[in-house]
Every structure is written in C-alpha cells, then in structure tokens.
C-alpha cells in the first residue's frame, strides 16, 4: 500500500544528510487537520491565575484538548490576547506530549499559537509515525495543514515492512 509519509521519509533521506541537517526534514503530521476555532479544553492538579498579566498557570499532569489534538506536559502557561478575549498562545514544559493521531512527538519544550495551529517543539524531539521515527532538535508543526520540520541533527529510522 502508498504511504504518503513513507515515500516524504525516503526522500529526504536520498538527498543527503548534509541536505537534512542543512534544512530539516519535512514531512506528513497527523491525518486530520485541526481547526484552531475549536474550544481548547484544560485540564490539570492546580491552576494559577494572574490578572496583571492576564495569563493562567496550569500545573500538573496537564492535559491539552483541542479537537483531535491531545497536548500533555507536567506545566502549561497559557497567555492570553491583549483584551483577553481568548488564548494568544500556550507555552508547555516538563515530558511534552503531542498527540494528532495517528502521529506523536514529544520533547522538552512547546509553544502553541493557537490562531495560526503552529506549535514550536523543541529539547530532544522525538516524532513517531508508526514504526517509523524521526529526531531533531526542533519540530514546527502546522496542525491545520497537517505538515511538519524537524531541523537540527535530524536522525531518522524507518522500518521496513507492512505499514
């Protein structure tokens, strides 16, 4: 059967490390693409509001909902817009999760700008497609176009096989 991230995969890996590590490795993420107007549902142990600087702290097994995206981190720092009529974007940190199925990624660090679907990985980046793995320093996904780079000592390790 074509896997569309399969043949992206191979590609990249045909035209050279030196070419991957120079400008990343682009390839397929998560099989729906998001809709950043969806409500974004948090979850956590605690939760700390500061009105000053109108931005919310959550703490603890914090779980990250949006649609068919599932965000988890051990903290969530969400900043809200200048009026503060909705989220400008959430900055994670602590064992971050990122989840558009079917694919996953994890790393040290994350920010999510929700108007725009990007989120910024970055800290030992790890995506898994399947059997498949890439690694990376950095990883600028598109939720809502369902692309993604991986840049900086990009490692990638495909598994020959049924998909």
């Known amino acids: 059967m074509f896997d569309f991230r399969t043949v992206l995969l191979t ?3 045909l035209t050279g490390a030196n070419l ?4 990343g490795t682009q390839v397929a993420f998560g099989a729906v693409k998001a809709d950043p107007s969806l409500p974004v549902e948090v979850t956590s142990e ?6 000053e600087d109108g931005s ?25 817009n ?7 974007r959430m900055e994670a940190t602590e064992d971050v ?24 990985m970055r800290g030992n980046v ?19 176009s369902g692309s993604a780079t991986v840049t900086g000592n990009v490692k990638t390790i495909l598994q020959q096989g049924a998909n």
């Open 20 to 23: 991957a590590a120079a400008q």
């Open 11 to 13: 590609v990249s890996l």
């Open 126 to 144: 790890l995506l898994t497609q399947g059997p498949s793995t890439i690694s990376g320093d950095q990883m600028n996904a598109n939720l809502t």
């Open 56 to 80: 919310a702290e959550f703490v603890g097994d914090v779980i990250v909902i949006q649609g068919e995206m599932r965000l988890t981190a051990g903290r969530v720092l969400v900043i809200y």
């Open 82 to 88: 200048e009026d503060r009529s909705g989220i400008e």
């Open 97 to 120: 999760v990122l989840v558009s199925p079917p694919d996953a990624a994890e790393g040290d660090w994350a920010e999510y700008t929700i108007d725009s679907g990007q989120i910024v």
């Open 46 to 51: 605690s939760l700390n509001v500061n009105q």
